[in-house]
């Protein structure tokens, strides 16, 4: 993530009004596309015949609580996202992006990208999410849990790179290049990727294909993603990310002594896959994924490779509202929608027989379930209750992670 120091905001505001001068396009809110970028609701700043301004955005204040062997996230209150959506867009296609978030006391840029689009293709260069899996291209203001399902452990980060889209009829292709995700040193309650992972000494090449049609109030989504490239560390910046659980909390972490010798350090070849898909109704949803990862790895002079195979399945029905293909509700009374939902992963390493590469603690083999309810007064606005249980498949302590999150979108 990119960290903006307390005095260069003068100067950001300044480039944000030097970079809507050039002009942007961004998709319309209610297009697939949009919700894909994490933007809820748009108001327009300016409208003219050759460019238009617009701003979206949302909150999300959590009430967490979590126990087991690795309980160290915050407990109590934290304002998970603070995002506003600066978008700039030129009636010939081109467009701007900025969308700075200022939650967890501090100030990030999630996605700041310029492109191009037309009715069929779209290509951007910056920093984003790339186009990549099930679950981790859907919107977070959408989501049911407050955070995604433990195959999330294995997607990428938002990334430097450039990226061509490319839709004809119900089929959509991707391809893109990226630099390995910027580290720092900001909490651990982040599904943008591991934030201590390294500095950016790799990079991946990206090709994805989506299958998607809708039939009246039915849908089904399909697709398949492949990342692989390189990735080379040092005993400083190891390059190798730990796997979070549903809660953000380590459940594998690499020896690190901080030395050549006493580290796991990356050290050539890496990629992963993912294939999933989402079948729906305007009230009921399920989703399936699958995932695996794995990297060439260096310690004590030995190269080894290691694998991590995930998969999830979620399934969540709704009452008094209207679902659509990007999991909005919308509600049909007063009182709003309710959304009830469960779900169940499991996460597995596998290393070579005989060589200890994890760190005291780590648990290679967990498995997951969690159950939650959220209440949708409007659109733009949802409080969700959840708790998720992940307990090691062989011997050890279960955690518990209880999230009560009230969202607003603008």
Do not use: C, K
Not at 192 to 221: C, M
Not at 270 to 295: D, K, P, Y
């Amino acid at each position: 993530m990119i960290s903006i120091p307390r005095g260069s905001l003068p100067p950001l505001a300044l480039s944000l009004v030097a970079a809507m001068s050039l002009g942007a396009q961004s998709a319309p809110p209610s297009s697939p596309t949009s919700r894909t970028d994490d933007e809820r609701g748009s108001i327009d700043l300016a409208f003219g015949d050759e460019m238009r301004l617009s701003m979206g955005g949302y909150l999300q204040v959590d009430g967490r609580w979590a126990s087991g062997p690795q309980s160290r996230a915050p407990d109590g209150l934290l304002l998970r996202r603070a995002r506003l959506v600066f978008d700039a867009s030129r009636a010939d296609g081109w467009h701007v992006r900025l969308q700075p978030d200022f939650g967890q006391g501090r100030v990030l840029v999630q996605d700041a990208f310029v492109g191009w689009r037309d009715r069929r293709t779209t290509a951007r260069i910056g920093r984003f999410r790339p186009a990549y899996g099930t679950e981790r291209m859907q919107s977070s203001s959408t989501l049911l849990f407050p955070e995604r399902s433990i195959v999330n452990t294995l997607m990428p980060s938002r990334s430097m790179g450039a990226q061509v889209t490319h839709q004809r009829g119900h089929v959509t292709v991707a391809a893109g290049g990226f630099r390995t995700p910027i580290g720092s040193d900001v909490p651990v309650v982040d599904t943008d990727g591991d934030v201590r992972a390294t500095n950016g000494v790799g990079y991946d090449l990206l090709g994805r294909a989506n299958w998607r049609v809708v039939r009246g109030s039915r849908y089904a989504d399909i697709q398949g993603s492949l990342l692989a490239g390189q990735e080379r560390g040092t005993a400083e910046n190891p390059a190798v990310a730990r796997l979070l659980s549903v809660g953000q909390l380590p459940l594998v972490v690499f020896r690190d002594g901080a030395t050549e010798a006493t580290t796991v350090i990356a050290d050539g070849a890496r990629g992963r896959w993912s294939l999933g898909g989402v079948l729906g109704t305007a009230r009921t949803m399920v989703g399936v994924e699958r995932a695996q990862q794995w990297q060439r790895l260096r310690f004590a002079a030995a190269r080894q490779q290691v694998q991590a195979t995930a998969w999830s399945l979620r399934a969540a029905t709704a009452w008094g509202g209207t679902r659509n293909a990007n999991q909005e509700i919308t509600p049909r009374h007063r009182r709003g929608a309710l959304e009830l939902g469960v779900r169940a992963g499991q996460l597995q390493l596998d290393t070579p027989a005989g060589v200890t590469l994890l760190a005291d603690g780590s648990r290679p083999m967990v498995r997951t379930a969690g159950a939650a309810v959220g209440w949708i007064p409007t659109i733009s606005t949802r409080l969700s209750v959840a708790l998720d249980v992940t307990w090691p498949g062989f011997g050890g302590s279960t955690e518990r992670v209880a999230v009560m999150r009230w969202q607003q979108g603008f």
